[in-house]
């Protein structure tokens, strides 16, 4: 699935989103990586880098403290037995429904797609379907999440382990909340990120005493420090997500367990 600028999108792009055109127009809609847009080789280049560090390719273990200053999370809120329910069946329907992808053929053969495929090292493997994720925009179904999750086993094999879903970057807590109620599972996006200018993509590997410069493991945060290393600063990188791993667990705090900590 291709997607192009359309008159809904292109009031949406400022100067400095419009050059980030696969994760950032896709975010505009649901999520980073279920469409995939027409653009130059240099774009595809440092549009990849920043996908690769944000799902995985680089990161692994607890969040440390540069990490933590990029992501926001959902703000936690008093659970109630009625969360507790409404909880419990969602993940009940997408377990179900995820039944069937215990094969990752079976994903392919529903329209899910590896992301990042020459990425062998991925803490945490996304299956991703281009049209359910422009769909979780509109509309929740718990059954049809944007992206299933596996994990790579001892046997070298990749293992079901649960299901993301998607919404994008501006919407409200109470959006959020009515898909997955935020007392029970922590959202997060990806924020205050520096990145390397358009056209420096080799600048990706760059460190300083020890730490990256660019990317979600850096300790630049803010618009100033980035301009100081002649970077592009993104205040938000790419929209909404939760894990639901419900092949992880039967209990709600393991299957919405905030695993970015």
Same mark, same amino acid.
């Given at each position: 699935?291709?997607?192009?600028?359309?008159?809904?999108?292109?009031?949406?792009?400022?100067?400095?989103?419009?050059?980030?055109?696969?994760?950032?127009? !896709?975010?505009?809609?649901?999520?980073?990586?279920?469409?995939?847009?027409?653009?130059?080789?240099?774009?595809?280049?440092?549009?990849?880098?920043?996908?690769?560090?944000?799902?995985?390719?680089?990161?692994?273990?607890p969040?440390?403290?540069?990490?933590?200053?990029?992501?926001?999370?959902t703000?936690?809120?008093?659970?109630?037995?009625?969360?507790?329910?409404?909880?419990?069946?969602?993940?009940?329907?997408?377990?179900?429904?995820?039944?069937?992808?215990?094969?990752?053929?079976?994903?392919?053969?529903?329209?899910?797609?590896?992301?990042?495929?020459?990425?062998?090292?991925?803490?945490?493997?996304?299956?991703t379907?281009?049209?359910?994720?422009?769909?979780?925009?509109?509309?929740?179904?718990a059954a049809k999440?944007?992206?299933?999750?596996?994990?790579?086993?001892?046997?070298?094999?990749?293992?079901l382990?649960? !299901?993301?879903?998607?919404?994008?970057?501006?919407?409200?807590?109470?959006?959020?909340?009515?898909?997955?109620?935020?007392s029970?599972?922590?959202?997060?996006?990806?924020?205050?990120?520096?990145?390397?200018?358009?056209?420096?993509?080799?600048?990706?590997?760059?460190?300083?005493?020890?730490?990256?410069?660019?990317?979600?493991?850096?300790?630049? !945060?803010?618009?100033?420090?980035?301009?100081?290393?002649h970077?592009?600063?993104?205040?938000?990188?790419?929209g909404?997500?939760?894990?639901?791993?419900?092949?992880?667990?039967?209990?709600?705090?393991?299957?919405? !367990?905030?695993?970015?900590?």
């Open positions: 699935m291709t997607l192009e600028l359309s008159n809904y999108t292109k009031p949406m792009l400022n100067a400095k989103s419009a050059t980030l055109t696969l994760p950032i127009l !896709a975010a505009l809609l649901a999520f980073p990586h279920q469409a995939t847009a027409q653009t130059p080789a240099g774009d595809g280049v440092r549009t990849s880098g920043m996908a690769e560090h944000a799902m995985g390719g680089t990161m692994s273990g969040m440390d403290e540069n990490m933590m200053k990029h992501m926001q999370l703000p936690p809120r008093t659970p109630t037995h009625a969360d507790s329910l409404r909880a419990t069946r969602v993940a009940a329907e997408l377990k179900l429904a995820l039944a069937k992808y215990q094969d990752t053929a079976a994903a392919v053969a529903d329209g899910y797609k590896m992301f990042l495929p020459n990425v062998k090292t991925q803490r945490i493997y996304h299956f379907n281009n049209r359910r994720g422009l769909l979780a925009a509109f509309h929740f179904d999440p944007t992206s299933i999750l596996y994990k790579r086993g001892a046997d070298g094999k990749l293992h382990v649960g !299901a993301m879903y998607t919404l994008g970057k501006n919407a409200s807590l109470d959006r959020l909340d009515a898909r997955v109620p935020l029970i599972a922590r959202w997060h996006k990806h924020v205050n990120w520096c990145l390397p200018a358009k056209g420096e993509e080799a600048r990706w590997t760059e460190q300083k005493n020890g730490k990256p410069v660019f990317g979600p493991e850096s300790p630049i !945060a803010t618009e100033r420090e980035c301009d100081a290393v970077g592009d600063f993104q205040p938000t990188v790419f909404w997500m939760l894990h639901a791993n419900v092949y992880e667990g039967a209990d709600l705090h393991t299957i919405f !367990a905030d695993d970015h900590e």
